[in-house]
């Protein structure tokens, strides 16, 4: 079974009684808007990037940039969503905290998963309208594997929630890195399954 197949579409997973600024590792799942293709396609199950597949990719590693007490884990772009694994090293202290926040505009100075993939979502989003804003083009046409054009894009590229797993211990966290790896050769089993039950 997927560990995203009971997946619920667009309700939040949080648990309330959970602090999600602890030190931990979290499974994340980000979907696009309306899942469209925005970031590129697979290829010989390889993911290929397109323009807008290597800005999510570089503000995703300018994480660790911004936020001293995180590292980044595995992950992966797909077409139309990405998986990745965030740890939190270390608590940030209120002194910590007040001083990244005067210091390194714009992040939020909460220290949430949350608020970690709001200030990620919105730095994509802010760099991809400037792309194209500017009058950049995708490197790939519009085609069936990539869903993609301006007039479908309206400036919003991500679904509004977020898909997150604590991960509990080694085993947990070897199995998820080792789905996220697996994700682009699994790519055409996901289509296929979808393109059958609708």
């Not at 199995?175 to 790519?187: G, L």
């Amino acid at each position: 079974m997927s560990i995203l197949s009971n997946l619920p579409n667009r309700q939040s997973t949080r648990l309330k009684t959970y602090d999600y600024s602890l030190e931990g590792s979290y499974f994340i799942t980000i979907v696009a808007q309306d899942r469209l293709h925005l970031f590129g396609k697979i290829e010989n199950s390889e993911m290929i990037l397109n323009t807008v597949g290597k800005i999510v990719e570089q503000e995703w590693k300018n994480s660790i940039q911004l936020r001293s007490n995180i590292s980044l884990g595995e992950f992966i772009i797909m077409p139309d969503h990405m998986h990745m694994i965030l740890t939190i090293d270390h608590q940030v202290t209120n002194d910590e905290n007040l001083e990244e926040w005067e210091h390194s505009n714009p992040k939020s100075p909460s220290q949430t998963i949350g608020a970690i993939i709001r200030g990620f979502k919105g730095a994509c989003t802010k760099k991809i309208n400037l792309f194209f804003n500017s009058g950049g083009e995708l490197q790939f046409a519009p085609n069936d594997e990539l869903q993609f054009a301006p007039t479908f894009y309206k400036n919003k590229i991500w679904q509004r929630n977020y898909y997150d797993h604590i991960i509990r211990n080694q085993a947990d966290y070897n199995r998820i890195a080792q789905y996220i790896i697996d994700n682009p050769q699994n790519w055409k089993k996901k289509i296929s399954s979808i393109n059958t039950t609708s």
